[in-house]
């Protein structure tokens, strides 16, 4: 990746496109400072991510699957994180509600299901009630009423004012969730824009014409790919 | 939100205390350490005294001169390979099992992190150990009482009290240290235990008094802190078997820190 920048604001859903390989997992990791680049800088919000005063406040961030302990439970798991992070303990019972963990908050975590592993996980991004949420793959491995848990959450947590950014090379997912969508590929960025104005740029304008409105997310698929094989 | 208070390190450290007590493995790793430490310090006494009319007179001489050394150091031999263990787990096992990303994507300055995860273990391993050396050090005076004596209230005795928790301490957090450098739970084991009893099996051949300043300045060695200093078999004094133990700490916690903060998570 070369000089990529962004802005992901607030009130809406952005979907973070390109091929395997293009470096989306990479570039999340570089913003969240779990990587180092190998010249300039990784900015999030004006400053390098372990800058922030207040870095679990300003961005949330569910990664990888599993980035826990299975052998500690659910609740002490993001009681440890919230205690790091300065972050009163009615906190942990806040986002356990909010992802519908309450019930399974005291059970080794490496019992819960990949569902309920990845709920662990976005209840962890969302404990200091972040401004910006990155969720990097989330709906990998879910079944499809977790996929729609995903897609319901993400869509209320930017209606509410967050900024939500979700990575997938889910095409029919992305285009049923995301407002706007950044697209990197051959080490740049290569689009930003709304998903419909996307879908319109890149879509064969016979196939565009004579799809009807409402069938038209279909077509992102056909979008990206036109756009990012070449 | 209503608080807006940025985390300071003291925050870290209860963070770290809650990781390290809400595992079931921290339990049963202390559980382990201390009944080898009061055992092992009850037992070798206990044998010692036991075979003493057939005991050879340099044995006799060494029990006398150094009965202190008699009565913590076996337990400590013993209960260091409980801390070693859970010492290397509780870095390597953020690597193994992916909580590691969720540490930093908390507290991303990795500096603060490793020293509060030091700081919480080696706490913990000083107070268990001056709790282990009380105990075993009454239990050890009445043991030996028919062939030594023990001066419970002297100030060489006291030293040794703190010097088991600092002995188990030092060590711990060496354990933790390179835990962090190997980041593979089970290397992590092996690594940790080689250098604490391969290493001293072998070198223990070594030939002549060079050999023997070899082997004794490995960071296990540092028990000889626990002795009265009068054991005619040490070539170095209680102070400096701490300052060794505390050297090899010190190298083992820098570089953990410069592996932390250079490498990817």
């Not at chain 1, 009681?79 to 005291?106: C, F, M, W, Y």
């Not at chain 2, 070693?84 to 990795?110: D, H, K, N, Q, W």
């Not at chain 2, 088991?164 to 030092?170: K, N």
Request: charged content about 15%; hydrophobic content about 50%.
């Amino acid at each position: 990746m070369d000089d990529v920048s962004f802005r992901v604001l607030p009130g809406r859903v952005t979907g973070f496109l390109g091929p395997n390989g293009a470096g989306k997992s990479t570039t999340l990791r570089l913003l969240l400072g779990l990587e180092r680049p190998d010249r300039g800088d990784a900015l999030v919000l004006g400053r390098p991510y372990a800058e922030l005063d207040a870095p679990a406040r300003s961005v949330g961030a569910l990664l990888e699957a599993r980035s826990f302990h299975p052998g500690r439970s659910a609740r002490n798991h993001l009681r440890a994180l919230a205690r790091s992070s300065a972050l009163p303990d009615h906190r942990v019972d806040d986002v356990l509600a909010q992802v519908g963990l309450t019930e399974a908050a005291d059970r080794r975590a490496g019992a819960l299901s990949l569902g309920m592993g990845q709920r662990l996980g976005i209840a962890a991004a969302l404990l200091g009630d972040p401004r910006v949420l990155v969720l990097d793959e989330p709906v990998n491995g879910l079944d499809p009423e977790g996929i729609l848990w995903v897609r319901t959450l993400a869509k209320r947590l930017a209606a509410e004012g967050h900024a939500v950014l979700i990575s997938s090379h889910l095409m029919t997912e992305m285009a049923l969730t995301a407002d706007h969508l950044l697209v990197i590929g051959r080490g740049r960025l290569l689009a930003d824009c709304s998903t419909a104005e996307f879908i319109e740029r890149h879509t064969e304008p016979e196939l565009y014409a004579a799809t009807p409105a409402v069938a038209r997310p279909a077509l992102l698929e056909e979008a990206f790919l036109r756009l990012t094989t070449v | 939100m209503s608080m807006t208070t940025a985390p300071r390190f003291p925050d870290l450290l209860v963070g770290e205390r809650t990781k390290f007590t809400s595992l079931r493995s921290t339990w049963w790793c202390l559980g382990v350490l201390t009944v080898l430490g009061v055992g092992f310090n009850a037992l070798v006494p206990a044998l010692m005294s036991g075979s003493w009319n057939t005991m050879d007179p340099a044995t006799r001489a060494r029990f006398r001169g150094d009965t202190l050394g008699l009565v913590l150091q076996p337990g400590a031999e013993w209960a260091q390979i409980a801390a070693c263990v859970l010492g290397a787990l509780l870095f390597a096992s953020e690597f193994s099992t992916g909580m590691i990303r969720s540490t930093v994507l908390a507290s991303p300055r990795r500096t603060p992190v490793l020293a509060a995860k030091a700081a919480v273990f080696a706490a913990v391993l000083f107070a268990l150990g001056v709790l282990i050396a009380v105990p075993s050090l009454l239990l050890g005076s009445a043991l030996v009482s028919a062939h030594a004596t023990l001066a419970l209230g002297s100030p060489t005795t006291l030293r040794a009290v703190l010097g088991f928790g600092l002995y188990l301490a030092l060590t711990g957090v060496l354990a933790l240290s390179l835990g962090a450098l190997v980041r593979h739970t089970a290397a992590a084991v092996a690594t940790v235990l080689a250098i604490q009893f391969v290493l001293p099996a072998a070198l223990a051949f070594l030939p002549g008094s060079a050999g023997s300043h070899i082997a004794q300045a490995l960071p296990s060695a540092g028990d000889v802190m626990l002795g009265s200093g009068h054991d005619a078999s040490s070539v170095y004094s209680p102070l400096q078997g701490l300052l060794i133990l505390a050297a090899w700490t010190a190298v083992a916690y820098a570089a953990a820190h410069v592996s932390l903060t250079k490498r990817n998570v």
